[in-house]
């Protein structure tokens, strides 16, 4: 089991609906992130926050907005989707990796995913 | 981008035997991390090896890098029905730590 929780599980959404993926960690980390990951594929990186502010976005499109409310939570709103966006949304959180020596080598701590479908 | 190249895309194995699964990525590093997914799921952190390190070991785990060919492999021995799952590796970048990137992954299978 993971100590990164993501709901739902499973998400099924039309392509004019609006719905929020959720990712929760209490393990004190500060950085926070959203990977997208294709069947057979790799993760791909889309956000990075860091204590609480986005540090990266990798040119996502506007259609997902990614929100860190506090060190704690992360979402991903979705608005207006396209059936290619359907893919499993991984979180993952760390230290800070942009903090100091020891945490430029923290590792990723992952969620289980949101299987995502788009119809 | 940053991503790595791994190969084999695919192994299949015998219970017992060695896996080794290799991984090429293209700019200076500051780390490699190595990732298992099982089917489905998230991505589980095995093994970290820093830039200045060239061996680590853990448990059933040996992770070599070689900077100057830019290159990492992961080594399982006596494998397991269970360590069946898709390896990746990942990276980040020097002055870029928060952008970790993952290789195309190996999808190993043991076979009991």
């Known amino acids: 089991d993971t100590e990164v929780t993501q709901t739902p599980k499973h998400l099924v959404m039309g392509m004019t609906n609006k719905k929020s993926l959720k990712c929760e960690q209490h393990?004190?980390?500060?950085?926070m992130y959203w990977y997208k990951q294709k069947a057979k594929k790799p993760p791909e990186l889309m956000f990075v926050?860091?204590?609480?502010?986005?540090?990266i976005n990798e040119s996502v499109p506007s259609r997902f907005s990614p929100e860190c409310p506090n060190s704690s939570l992360l979402n991903l709103h979705l608005h207006a989707l396209q059936p290619e966006d359907s893919a499993l949304y991984l979180c993952?959180?760390?230290?800070?990796?942009?903090?100091?020596?020891?945490?430029?080598?923290?590792?990723?701590?992952f969620g289980n995913g949101t299987r995502l479908t788009v119809t | 981008s940053q991503q790595g190249e791994e190969d084999p895309q695919a192994l299949s194995i015998q219970e017992g035997e060695n896996a080794t699964m290799n991984c090429s990525y293209k700019?200076?590093?500051?780390?490699l991390q190595w990732y298992r997914q099982n089917s489905g799921r998230g991505l589980v952190h095995l093994i970290l090896?820093?830039?200045?390190?060239r061996e680590k070991h853990s448990g059933r785990l040996r992770v070599t890098l070689d900077t100057s060919k830019k290159s990492s492999s992961l080594l399982i021995t006596a494998s397991r029905a269970a360590d069946t799952a898709s390896y990746f590796c990942?990276?980040?970048?020097?002055?870029?730590?928060?952008?970790?990137?993952f290789g195309t992954g190996t999808k190993l299978q043991v076979i009991p």
């Open positions: 993952a959180s760390s230290q800070d990796r942009n903090q100091d020596y020891s945490s430029y080598n923290s590792p990723l701590h």
């Open positions: 393990m004190g980390h500060r950085a």
């Open positions: 926050y860091s204590y609480e502010k986005l540090s």
């Open positions: 700019t200076s590093i500051n780390n």
């Open positions: 090896i820093r830039s200045n390190e």
């Open positions: 990942a990276t980040d970048a020097r002055g870029g730590y928060q952008k970790v990137t």
